[in-house]
């Protein structure tokens, strides 16, 4: 009987070639769909303030200066208990501490480790697993070179980290430690080794001990919220270690707003006149602050001038410092932010009029005068008459002379004149209130007439002696205007101006909304006058929005007061079109049904007779389109690449016609149209579609072959 042989094969649908381990084994696949692609937009954040960083948790120990307990002398035994933090495994429980044998390191006090008997010192400290600790240690000889151990760890498990080893001299160990898993209890201790006297008594001396976590610098502010143009105050940033040691390197940076300008040589540091390093290209003001110890506190002030209006100018320091005596890691950690407005500082304004009257004819130079401030208000009771000079027995031209002075040092002036005349003084005639809108055109002379009892129409005489009026600013405004006659009498006559303000339009200048959305061409839009009031209902809007085609349209926003004023706004609406055209169901792994191979050609099914593909287009457009694949290559045995590979082994059957695939030529596997179809399936019969269709020779049994298709889908306008 002949032997048969039996040939399992597949096909995955895949952009690379992927290796099974046997037959159904799956590979994720990646097709392809050329078209649209929505671009999402993404609004820009505004630049980050920093953040304040919250407190650590401090590992420190205690009395490391051996400055507790003060003694006086030169050398002194004390029991443990009576030294803050220390213990010792010295027999008699002792601890030595020296002033005047030798010089201390630091202080006015230190320890020595070998005293009546050979011992270590120790502090056993409360730590938190996986802190990283900073040590340091001052350690000297007494007579020659000693030497001792610093070991770290639990009670009664204990490990060298360094070995100290100095002659006469002061010399400074440090080290990093971090606090193991578990370890909630940390012994630091100082074991004697050797001393150059070789007597247990004398030798290793220590100072200036340090076993703690890091430095921490917090900064707190304080500053003005308002500042007036021209006026300076002052902004406080007090710095604190709130850390385990003492910092180094400490610099305080405050970069100031272009409204702000700093006081030059302003700087103070705890009420003390200090150094501060200003950049004017960046605005920045540096102050170096040094070392700042444990728990202390440094206060910095200095000053700023408002120099610009504007609101909500924010002030921050940042600081940066190092752990004393550790250079490798440099800390930043920010103060909270002061906000600051820069308001106008207005000189006040004092209204007086010139005056004609008769021969002794009452004058009182504090009628009809008064003085207003915007920041102070009424000032008209402090208008001081700085001159006067009036005869009112004598015909003649006098002056009185006023000044008004602010709460900010700031003056005005004004001299008036007063006619003193025996004949009726000449009159003059015309508007005393006039509007205008905003960039009017004025002429001082409109309406306005001059006449005489004696010399009739002295209107030509008529002058204008003071004119404040500006178009280009909202404001009440005053022209003066006086005329004399013949007998030398003066008329003044002042006209009130007022340019009204424009009203404002608010809203959003930029919308996007998607395709087929509702619109409201009003919405966000407001309008307010400062006469009127709310005016929204009076807004124009100019353009059209059609949502359901894509793009950018214009609207134009027109706003009249009554006064004639008009403000506009534009606002761009971005219709955003969200259709999608891709693959709903990604093409499955087309596999084939192992097969006993005889000596003839032979046709293999799908594993799946219903093997599909899915489409989802919901553009509805009325567009061709069409999925096509490629065969990336013939089939390769998985299990032994040099075996013979399956060139064109691949069938396409459509409408009984079948057609062989050719290996990196791309063959139609099914179109369409977008239409109101939102998923299009694409499936053959399971006699068709695609099948494998093999000679025999030379196939090994028993092995797997593989290859893979890319499949793509694409607009196609000429379908």
Known sequence: MKKSTFLKVSTVATLTLSLLPGIGTSVSNSPIANSSVHAETVQPTASAIGVPKPPINVISMVNGGFEQPAFSGSYSMFDASQVPGWNTTAQDNNIE?????VSPFEGSQYAE????YVGALYQDIATTPGSKIRWQAAHRGRDGTDVANVQFGTPGNLSTVATLSTGKSWKTY???????????????????????????????????????TQSFITVASDGPA???????????????????????????????????????????????????????????LEVPLGSIEKDASKV????????????????????????????????????????????ANNKPTLFAENHSIRVNEVFDP???????????????????IESYDVNIAQPGMYHVTYSI???????????????????????????????????????????????????????????????????????????????????????????????????????????????????DPMSTMQATDKEDGDITDQIQVDGAVDTETAGDYTLTY?????????????????????????????????????????????????????????????????????????????????????????????????????????????????????DDDTITTIQSPADEGIQMDINPTGVKAGDNYQTSITWTLRDAPDL
Do not use: C
């Open 405 to 519: 002075t602010d709460s900010d040092g700031n003056r005005t002036e004004k001299t008036i004149s007063v006619s003193v005349g025996s004949k009726t003084p000449p009159v003059i005639t015309g508007d005393t209130t006039t509007k205008l809108n905003p960039n009017a055109t004025f002429d001082p002379m409109s309406s306005m007439q001059a006449t005489d009892e004696e010399d009739g129409d002295l209107t030509d005489k008529l002058k204008v002696t003071s004119n404040d009026v500006d178009t280009s600013t909202p404001g009440t405004y005053h022209v003066e205007y006086s005329v004399t006659d013949s007998d030398d009498v003066t008329t003044t006559f002042t006209r009130t101006v007022i340019v009204t303000e424009a009203p404002v339009l608010t809203g959003d200048r930029a919308t996007t909304i998607n395709i087929h959305d509702t619109f």
């Open 113 to 116: 480790l070998n005293a009546y």
């Open 366 to 384: 504090r009628a009809d005068i008064s003085a207003t401030d915007v920041e102070d208000g009424d000032l008209t009771a402090s208008i001081v």
């Open 226 to 284: 308002v500042i007036k143009l021209g006026k300076s105050d002052t902004y406080t940033f007090t710095a604190k270690n709130e850390g385990g040691m003492a910092s180094q390197n400490t610099t305080l940076s405050i970069p100031l707003p272009q409204e702000l300008y700093y006081a030059a040589g302003s700087v103070k540091v705890d009420g003390v006149a200090a150094t501060g390093n200003y950049n004017s290209s960046t605005k920045t």
């Open 300 to 343: 910095v002030t200095f000053d700023t001038t408002g120099i610009m209006k504007s609101t909500d100018r924010q002030v921050q320091a940042t600081v940066t410092h190092q752990d004393k005596g550790f250079t490798d890691e440099t800390y930043t950690n920010y103060s909270d932010v002061v906000s600051t407005d820069v308001v």
């Open 558 to 674: 027109t706003v009249t007061d009554s006064d004639g004023n008009k403000d506009t706004l534009t606002r761009i609406v971005t219709v955003y079109d969200n259709t999608i055209f891709g693959f709903s169901e990604q093409p499955e792994d087309l596999l084939f049904q192992t097969t006993e191979i005889g000596s003839n050609d032979v046709t293999i099914p799908r594993v799946d007779p219903n093997w599909k593909i899915k489409i989802e287009d919901t553009r509805h457009n009325g567009n061709h389109w069409a999925l096509t694949g490629t065969v990336n290559g013939p089939f390769v045995d998985t299990d032994d690449t040099t075996a013979k590979q399956l060139h064109n082994a691949l069938t396409y059957t459509e409408n009984g016609e079948k057609t062989r695939l050719q290996d990196n030529q791309t063959f139609q596997i099914g179109t369409g149209v977008s």
């Open 174 to 212: 440090s080290g990093s430690y971090t606090i193991p898993a578990g370890q909630t209890t940390t012994r630091f201790q100082f074991n004697s080794v050797s001393s150059a006297s070789g007597t247990p008594s004398s030798g290793n001396l220590l100072d200036d001990v340090i076993f703690s």
């Open 97 to 101: 501490i020296q002033r005047t044998i």
